[in-house]
């Protein structure tokens, strides 16, 4: 009976090792408060455990950390299996018992700023050695991993491990070195790149490697390379060894292209959202190259951004010239003839909205809204303005038809009347504010 139930809880201590963070964190959640004497009490125990295992995992390899697994921002940059990092602190713990006993006994005590106890990168060190050289069972099935991934990833993951003790200082720092690049930061920078470089002959891209995957708006990347380069031309940038980030960043640029080009009226709010969001990350993008960088108009990477802002702007203004045509298909007119002439256009009551249009006129008027601080830059202000000028004198027409409407129409006429007055009331709160809104919305009441 003893050995069956040891058996089980060590089965759960697997379990629990393997579990993705996210299930732990869940699995400590759903196990709090006291257990007192209850069964589950030993798996809280083997919880609280791995909890604190995984902070001071954290804690050592800070740096490198958001470099396993890909982005969430899809953009490329130097990457390692998200498994590879519990393969790697096992590695470690197992091949320097000593070492990772004491950072895991300092990692939950407050860091002064800017200081990191030497043990991490000690032990970091240690791990890039023994992973270049094999070292153990652990460190080559580690490797092994790596390379079936990736060619050169075992290398490249002991680079990485060598770099800490330049990486954890600098990426505390990023925030200020980004808000503002006072000289003095600038060579803080330069020289943290130079240092690596004589750790390894490609130890300055790597480095940077390490700071892009901690950046979370990546083309923040240019600051830093122009602090190392002075303010550089296209030309020198994208023939020298961190040409790599810009291209990631043109790349990035291009893709999102591709997407706005297929934005699709049908998916509504959320569509809309997220077109809008990626021409303002193509603006901001732009805007970083613009402002880190001496561009040629005819270089390298000049060129390429001239063409892209050119391409983003027509394909914003495209979609802006399709408003009227898509307002008309979510709020019909159809034709009032007096004495067997059209005298004017009044609103189509025969049917209810149509859901599908009235999801389309959402979805133009959301991205309208939301590329507002993208316009200027981008070039499609004016146009903008236009734009909505003529969507708030026509939803403003329309209010007026459906008054008419309640006031004066058939009783088959009200329903649907009302009914497009609350989605016109919708979309006015979309293009201007709640207010606009909530002042049709009373009318529509008081009628």
Not at 128 to 134: I, K, P, Q, V, Y
Request: net charge negative; hydrophobic share 45%.
């Amino acid at each position: 009976m003893a050995d069956r139930l040891h058996n089980n809880l060590e089965l759960i201590r697997t379990l629990i090792q393997r579990a993705p963070d996210k299930a732990v964190r869940e699995l400590e959640a759903a196990l709090g408060g006291d257990m007192g004497g209850t069964a589950l009490s030993g798996v809280r125990s083997m919880v609280d455990a791995e909890v604190l295992d995984r902070m001071a995992r954290d804690v050592v390899l800070a740096p490198l950390k958001p470099m396993f697994g890909s982005r969430a921002d899809g953009l490329d940059q130097l990457t390692f299996p998200r498994t590879a990092l519990p393969a790697l602190w096992r590695a470690m713990k197992a091949a320097h018992p000593d070492e990772a006993a004491a950072a895991a006994a300092v990692a939950g005590l407050r860091a002064e700023e800017g200081v990191f106890p030497e043990i991490y990168d000690t032990l970091c060190a240690l791990a890039g050695a023994a992973l270049r050289e094999r070292a153990t069972a652990d460190y080559a099935a580690l490797a092994e991993q790596l390379e079936s991934t990736s060619p050169g990833g075992s290398d490249q993951m002991a680079g990485c491990l060598e770099l800490t003790r330049l990486a954890r200082p600098a990426v505390a720092r990023l925030a200020e070195w980004l808000q503002r690049m006072t000289e003095e930061r600038a060579a803080t920078v330069r020289l943290a790149y130079k240092d690596a470089v004589e750790i390894a002959h490609d130890g300055g891209p790597r480095l940077f490697e390490i700071l892009f995957s901690n950046l979370s708006e990546p083309w923040m990347v240019l600051r830093l390379i122009t602090a190392v380069m002075v303010r550089p031309v296209d030309n020198y940038v994208s023939a020298s060894e961190l040409a790599i980030f810009g291209e990631r960043l043109l790349a990035d640029i291009d893709r999102r292209l591709e997407i706005i080009r297929e934005f699709n009226l049908d998916g509504g709010v959320e569509a809309g959202k997220a077109a809008a969001a990626h021409i303002r990350l193509i603006g901001q993008e732009i805007d970083e190259f613009e402002r880190s960088l001496n561009l040629g108009r005819e270089g390298p990477w000049g060129a390429r951004l001239n063409k892209a802002k050119g391409a983003l702007a027509k394909t914003v203004e495209g979609l802006l010239k399709k408003t009227a045509e898509v307002l008309a298909a979510a709020l019909p007119m159809a034709p009032v003839r007096i004495g067997g002439r059209i005298a004017r256009h009044a609103a189509k009551l025969d049917v209810p909205p149509d859901p599908g249009a009235i999801a389309r006129a959402r979805s133009i008027l959301t991205l309208i809204d939301q590329v507002r601080s993208a316009a200027v830059n981008g070039g499609y202000n004016s146009l903008r303005l236009k734009t909505i000028e003529e969507i708030e004198a026509r939803l403003g027409s329309q209010v007026e038809e459906l008054l008419d409407a309640l006031h004066n129409g058939g009783a088959e006429e009200i329903p649907n009347a009302r009914l497009y007055l609350e989605e016109v009331a919708d979309l006015m709160g979309r293009v201007r504010d709640d207010k606009a809104a909530q002042i049709v919305r009373r009318r529509a009441a008081a009628a």
